[in-house]
């Protein structure tokens, strides 16, 4: 097992590297290049000159988070060979930097939803949160909210030029239900995978969130019999999971913990992102501190299944409150996602010493 935070970059993260290695256990950052367009190939030297930055101040970097996916792929467009081919080539250059793990998603449009960026909790601390009366907003509506709300930062999936377009982009989807949205995830893996085996590296797919339709788009990675599809349709362990136990978990029909423990038994978990969320009534929710007494999940339980499984992947804790009047990239400050490593590398250290 090896911890990680995930790292913007030195352009758009304002906490250093230095911080994160100060972090007790943290061994890793999960980047990524934010400058180059979706779709396009990721130049050796641009690769290179983040590793090297990376491994200057003392940490690795051997998960990627996210090498997002054209439209024209999910879309399933004639022109998604083209787009396929700069995948495989982006896969090739960043193993010659020791990249071992590649988290992506196969969500239309958007990559995740919340309803509020600045839900404030009892305690006077900041969260995002979920509503779905927030959803009955229109389209237009939520995404000037989020883009009013977003402290200016971009937003992972949220980019303010990819959101200008999204009515556009919600027109070319209008033909992919949920059975061609999974012909087009197949048709991408049959060509990737290939390439992962022989370079050594793993796809790990991200969990829709949230994991059902939203807007009426098609969403088609959202319970265990959805993972149970993926590993088989193209069952190679090149072809895994990036288990997130909060987008999981907003399903409360979703048994968190007996989906950790069957995935990481099968060998298909190469990436875990742990965090805990609240349900508050139906499935409204927000993201709450880490520890099993502020949230819906029992976080000793979600470690131990990952644990008594013989999980070997990489983990981070996933978006944390603002506290200590800390502000940036909403769910991306320092404080609480570092209480977040010390509390999940005290339960793993409490499970390994019982044993
Ligand atoms: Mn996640």
């Known amino acids: 097992m090896q911890m990680t935070m995930r790292w913007f ?5 304002k906490i250093p590297l230095e911080y994160f290695r100060q972090v007790p256990g943290v061994e890793g950052v999960v980047g990524a290049l934010y400058d180059v367009p979706v ?27 996210s090498v997002n996916i054209h439209d024209d792929i999910k879309i399933g467009c004639s022109s998604r060979d083209q787009w396929i081919a700069n995948y495989q080539q982006t896969i090739r250059n960043l193993a010659k930097f020791g990249v071992k793990v590649i988290c992506y998603n196969f969500m239309p449009v958007f990559d995740w939803m919340k309803t509020d960026m600045q839900y404030v909790l009892p305690d ?36 303010p030029e990819r959101l200008a377009q999204v009515q556009t982009l919600f027109a070319r989807y209008q033909d992919v239900d ?53 590993c088989n349709v193209v069952d190679s362990p090149a072809n895994g999971i990036t288990l997130c136990t909060g987008s999981i978990a907003e399903d409360p029909e979703n048994d968190v913990c007996e989906i950790l423990a069957e995935f990481t038994r099968r060998k298909r978990i190469h990436f875990a992102h742990v965090r805990n969320i609240k349900i508050t009534q139906g ?26 499984n013989g999980f070997d992947g990489y983990i981070r804790p996933d978006h944390g409150r603002f ?3 800390e502000t940036g990239r909403p769910g991306y400050g320092l404080y609480d996602r570092a209480l977040g490593v010390t509390y999940l590398l005290g339960l793993w250290e409490a499970l390994e010493k019982q044993h």
Request: charge should be negative; charged fraction near 30%.
């Open 283 to 308: 499935k409204d929710f927000y993201e709450s501190a880490h520890p099993s007494q502020y949230g819906s999940l029992d976080m000793f339980q979600v470690v131990k299944a990952l644990h008594d």
């Open 39 to 65: 779709g396009e190939v990721w130049a050796e030297e641009k690769i290179r000159a983040l590793v090297e930055q990376v491994h200057a101040a003392g940490l690795s970097m051997e998960v990627i988070e």
């Open 124 to 159: 006077g601390s900041l969260t995002m949160a979920f509503e779905k009366q927030g959803i009955d907003k229109t389209l237009e509506e939520v995404v000037r909210e989020v883009l009013e709300n977003a402290n200016g930062f971009a937003l992972p999936g949220w980019e």
């Open 9 to 13: 970059g030195p352009d758009q993260d």
């Open 178 to 230: 949920e059975n061609k949205l999974r012909e087009n995830l197949v048709y991408f893996l049959e060509a990737v995978v290939p390439v992962c085996e022989e370079v050594g590296v793993k796809m790990a797919i991200h969990p829709d969130d949230p994991p059902y339709s939203i807007f009426g788009l098609p969403r088609i990675i959202k319970n265990r019999d959805d993972l149970d599809w993926l």
């Open 323 to 325: 506290i200590w009047g």
